[in-house]
């Protein structure tokens, strides 16, 4: 069974602080890795990583993924109190029915507090 | 991502009723994903459709949840006799082809509340 697992399950800092939450995965027919951030409503996409050792930047957010060792991280620099929010981890599989199915991890929940 | 319209937003059932979710995916997307959400939990998939076809459905209960994406119209979750532990919050995505990736938008969800 595909298996997606994130830690911390939930994270207390300051602002401007610097935040790494962390995504491995076990899943067959890999074809992405996606963050997305949730704020009591829909997810919103943030990055998807498809290939090893490429760091994906957004402001002051950054990801970068290693397919050899199965996880990923997402960084977020000098947090504010807006980056509050559940961190959801979801791993795309290909091949078959299964095509486009989003695997999640069950979220890290970061408070930022001002 | 506010273009996938999910409603009712928020919907309250005694035991034993049935509930049906709406998913109006986006303009020209006739792919549509639903996923459930449990308290303290991450995001599970529950099924998979195209337009008048159930392309997976590995996520789905096996009694008492179905969904259907009709030609014309929103994509429907149907749960019948609702227990306490079918209260979770459901998500639908759409995307206009089979890959996900970037290109998959979520509604705002429907919270169901079973009582």
Redesign the interface.
């Known amino acids: 069974e595909d298996k ?1 697992v ?1 830690s911390p399950l939930s994270l207390v800092v300051h602002e401007g602080d610097t935040v790494t939450l962390n995504c491995s995965y076990e899943v067959t027919n890999f ?2 890795l ?1 963050w ?1 951030k949730q704020e009591k ?5 943030l990055f ?1 990583l498809t290939s090893s050792g490429i760091e994906k930047k957004s402001g002051r957010l950054s990801s970068i993924l290693d397919k050899k060792e199965l996880f990923s991280i997402l960084n977020i620099t000098a947090t504010q109190t807006g980056d509050s929010a559940v961190y ?1 981890c ?1 791993v ?1 599989v ?1 091949g078959g ?11 890290t929940i970061l408070t930022v507090h001002p | 991502n506010a273009g996938v319209m999910q409603n009712p937003r928020h919907l309250v059932r005694r035991r034993g009723q049935e509930a049906r979710l709406r998913c109006s995916p986006m303009k020209g997307h006739s792919h549509v994903y639903w996923y459930r959400q449990l308290p303290e939990e991450g995001l599970k998939f529950m099924v998979y459709l195209q337009k008048e076809n159930i392309i997976d459905e590995s996520g789905m209960p096996k009694e008492r949840f179905s969904a259907e994406f009709p030609k014309e119209g929103p994509s429907i979750l149907r749960i019948q006799q609702v227990v306490r532990g079918d209260s979770a919050a459901y998500f639908c995505a759409s995307s206009p082809n089979r890959q996900t990736g970037t290109e998959a938008f979520f509604g705002q969800g429907t919270r169901l509340t079973v009582v």
Do not use: D, W
């Not at chain 1, 409503?41 to 996409?45: D, I």
């Open positions: 997606v994130q074809r992405s996606l997305y409503k829909a997810p919103t996409f998807m959801l979801a795309e290909q029915t299964s095509y486009g199915k989003l695997t999640f991890g069950q979220g």
